[in-house]
C-alpha cells in the first residue's frame, strides 16, 4: 500500500498515542480513613478500600510517576486498572466518585499530606459499582478523560510529571465497599493507569445514547428489542441465538469534512466472562441517524450500511491457543478503531454539526455460545450505555491510497504447494470461523491461500484465502510459508482423532485446483506435500486419510487411482 498526499503538506494526520503506568513505591498508593488517617499500606494485608465499611469512609489514592504527556494534550482515554482483593458474595451496590489531584506534579502522599487535605480537580467521574467483583481479575474504572486534560492543562504541567487519583465513597450505605490490592502485595499487582492522547491540533467529542429508542437487540436478523431481559445487550451468539446490536449516538459535534483520527466504542460489561464473539462493526449510512422505531421498521437490518466496516474478535492466543479476553463487571472496554467507518459518515453531502451516527455490532460468525453483554441505556438512566469517543481535526488532509501491483515472478515464488486438513468436523465448520480464528490469533487473514469447504459451506466448494503472492502462514520451518501455497481441506482426516474421509467433491475440487495451480506456477507435481511432509514440521496433518491421494498425485498426478 503507497499512500499519497493530496492535498496541504502543512495539515499531516495525527494519530494517537498510547502510554501505561504503574504505582512504583509504596508511598504512592493508600487509603485514607474518615479523612484523619492515612495509611500507605492499606489495611493490614496490603489491601486498598473504597466506600463505606465498618462505620468508617474510606476513600483510595493512587500516584503515578513520569508521565511523559505534554502540556495541554487532548486526552482521548484514561482508566485506572485495579486488581481487587477479594470477592464478592452477592451484588454490591458501591457509590464512588473519582477525581485528580489538582497539582501539575504530585508528590506522594502521607499522614501530613492526606488526600482530603489536597486540592482537587474540578471533573470528577462517578463510579457506581452493582456487579460482583472478582479477587486477583482486573478492573477498569469509567474513562477519566476531563480529570486528566484538567492535570495536564495546568500552567506549570511538564513531561515527565506525576499525577495522582483519589477514590472516595459518594453516599454508600454502611458495609458498602470495594477491595484492592496495595503496591506492597508485591509485583503485578500494582494498580495502573492507561492514557490515549494526542498533543497536535485534535480535539475530542464524546457520542452518547440520548434514551432507551437508541440502542437494542435484534436476534437472528429479526426480532427488535430494544429493552432486552435484564437490561443488558448481547454481542454474538448465546448458544440459542445470533444478537445484532444497534447503537444510535446523539451529541456528535464534529463539523462536516472534518478530518477523524480516531473513533472507538467505549462498553462498560455487565458481567464477568472469558468469552470470545466475534462481530463486524458498521455504521448506517444516513446523514442524522433516526432512532430506532417500536415498530421495527427500522431495525439494523433494513437500513444501508456504510462500505467502511471493522471486524473485532474479542479474544487472542495464550499458548498457541485461541481464548477470549476478560471482561470484569462494571468495567469499561474500548473496540478497535472505527475512524473509517465515522469518518464516511462525516463525509455524507447530507452531514451537519450535531446530526446523530448509527453503529451496528454484527454477530459474524460467533462460535456457539461466545458472547459479551454490555448494559442497555435503560439501566440506570444510560449511566452505563456504550459512548463513541471520536477524535478530529478541522484541518483536511486527504489520503489517496493506491494498492501496490502484486508481482508474481515464477522463477523463485512460490515453489511447492502444501495441502492441509482442519483438523475440525468436515461437515460442521465454516471457513468464517477458521478465518475468524486466525485473525484472533493476529496473523492478518486466514493463514491458508485456498480453502475447499465441508458441507456448511457448499461440499467442495472452493473459497480463496488470502491472496497467492502474500506470504501465508501455514508451515513455518525453513521458511516454507515464503516459498509456498497453502491449500486446507475442511475435515479431520487423521484416524486418531476424527477420522473422517474427504468426500468425493473435495477430492474432485483438489484435483482441479492442484492441476491449475501448478500449470499457472510451473509447479510439479513432485513438488506437492502433506503439511507433516515439510521438513520440521511437528504434526500429523493433512491426516493419513488425506495423505495417502497427496501421495498417489505425486506419484501419478492423479489424486485417485
Not at 200 to 229: C, I, K, Q, Y
Not at 359 to 382: A, C, F, M, N, T
Not at 403 to 412: G, L, Q
Not at 436 to 461: E, M, R, T
Request: net charge negative; hydrophobic share 35%.
Amino acid at each position: 500500500m503507497s499512500l499519497i498526499d493530496t492535498d496541504i503538506k502543512s495539515a499531516p494526520l495525527h494519530r494517537i498515542k498510547q502510554i501505561k503506568a504503574i504505582v512504583a513505591e509504596n508511598r504512592d498508593d493508600g487509603r485514607e480513613e474518615d479523612d484523619t488517617t492515612w495509611y500507605s499500606t492499606g489495611n493490614g494485608g496490603s489491601v486498598i478500600t473504597s466506600g463505606h465499611y465498618s462505620a468508617s469512609l474510606h476513600t483510595a489514592a493512587f500516584r503515578f510517576r513520569d508521565l511523559q504527556i505534554p502540556r495541554e494534550s487532548k486526552i482521548i482515554l484514561a482508566r485506572l486498572r485495579l486488581r481487587p482483593a477479594s470477592t464478592d458474595g452477592s451484588d454490591p451496590d458501591v457509590k464512588l466518585v473519582i477525581k485528580g489531584i489538582k497539582e501539575s506534579n504530585t508528590q506522594p502522599f502521607s499522614q501530613e499530606s492526606r488526600p482530603s487535605q489536597r486540592s482537587k480537580t474540578v471533573n470528577s467521574v462517578q463510579w457506581n459499582i452493582i456487579k460482583p467483583w472478582e479477587a486477583h481479575e482486573w478492573v477498569q474504572t469509567p474513562n477519566l478523560q476531563l480529570i486528566v486534560e484538567e492535570i495536564v492543562a495546568q500552567t506549570d504541567w511538564e513531561m515527565g510529571n506525576a499525577i495522582a487519583f483519589i477514590i472516595e465513597d459518594n453516599g454508600s450505605a454502611d458495609g458498602q465497599a470495594e477491595t484492592c490490592w496495595d503496591q506492597s502485595k508485591g509485583s503485578g499487582y500494582e494498580a495502573e493507569l492507561e492514557i490515549w492522547y494526542s498533543d497536535e491540533s485534535v480535539r475530542v467529542t464524546v457520542g452518547f445514547l440520548a434514551g432507551n429508542d437508541r440502542d437494542g437487540n435484534e436476534t437472528d436478523g429479526g426480532d427488535w428489542d430494544s429493552s432486552p431481559a435484564g437490561n443488558v445487550l448481547t454481542l454474538g451468539n448465546d448458544g440459542a441465538d445470533k444478537f445484532d446490536c444497534g447503537l444510535i449516538f446523539s451529541g456528535i459535534a464534529i463539523p462536516p469534512k472534518a478530518q477523524v483520527v480516531q473513533a472507538n466504542l467505549l462498553i462498560v460489561n455487565a458481567d464477568q466472562n472469558n468469552r470470545f464473539p466475534n462481530v463486524m462493526i458498521k455504521g448506517f449510512a444516513e446523514d442524522d441517524a433516526s432512532p430506532f422505531q417500536s415498530d421495527e421498521s427500522n431495525k439494523p437490518s433494513t437500513r444501508t450500511k456504510t462500505a467502511a466496516q471493522k471486524e473485532w474478535t474479542i479474544g487472542g492466543p495464550v499458548s498457541g491457543v485461541h481464548v477470549g479476553i476478560h471482561w470484569s463487571a462494571e468495567s469499561v472496554y474500548e473496540s478497535p478503531d472505527i475512524s473509517e467507518i465515522i469518518q464516511e459518515v462525516i463525509d455524507r453531502s447530507g452531514w451537519e454539526e450535531g446530526n446523530k451516527i448509527g453503529v451496528v455490532l454484527e454477530d459474524h460468525y460467533s462460535w456457539s455460545g461466545q458472547y459479551k453483554l454490555p448494559w442497555d441505556y435503560i439501566k440506570s438512566s444510560g449511566a452505563y450505555a456504550v459512548k463513541l469517543v471520536i477524535a478530529w481535526q478541522e484541518r483536511r488532509t486527504r489520503i489517496a491510497s493506491q494498492r501496490d501491483v502484486a508481482v508474481y515472478d515464477k522463477d523463485n515464488y512460490p515453489s511447492f504447494i502444501v495441502v492441509h486438513h482442519s483438523a475440525t468436523p468436515r461437515d460442521s465448520t465454516q471457513f468464517q470461523t477458521i478465518k475468524n480464528n486466525h485473525l484472533g490469533i493476529g496473523w492478518g487473514d486466514i493463514g491458508y491461500h485456498h480453502w475447499i469447504a465441508g458441507a456448511l459451506d457448499g461440499d467442495g466448494v472452493h473459497i480463496e484465502g488470502r491472496d497467492e503472492n502474500t506470504i501465508g502462514a501455514h508451515a513455518d520451518t525453513y521458511k516454507a510459508n515464503y516459498r509456498s501455497i497453502g491449500v486446507a481441506l475442511c475435515g479431520d482426516f487423521q484416524p486418531s482423532a476424527g477420522n473422517e474421509q474427504p468426500s468425493q467433491n473435495q477430492l474432485d475440487t483438489l484435483q482441479e485446483l492442484l492441476d491449475s495451480t501448478r500449470k499457472l506456477r510451473n509447479i510439479p507435481r513432485e513438488l506437492v506435500f502433506g503439511h507433516r511432509e515439510v521438513p520440521g514440521e511437528a504434526t500429523n496433518c493433512p491426516g493419513d486419510n488425506l495423505l495417502t491421494y497427496i501421495e498417489n498425485y505425486r506419484a501419478t498426478g492423479k489424486l485417485q487411482p
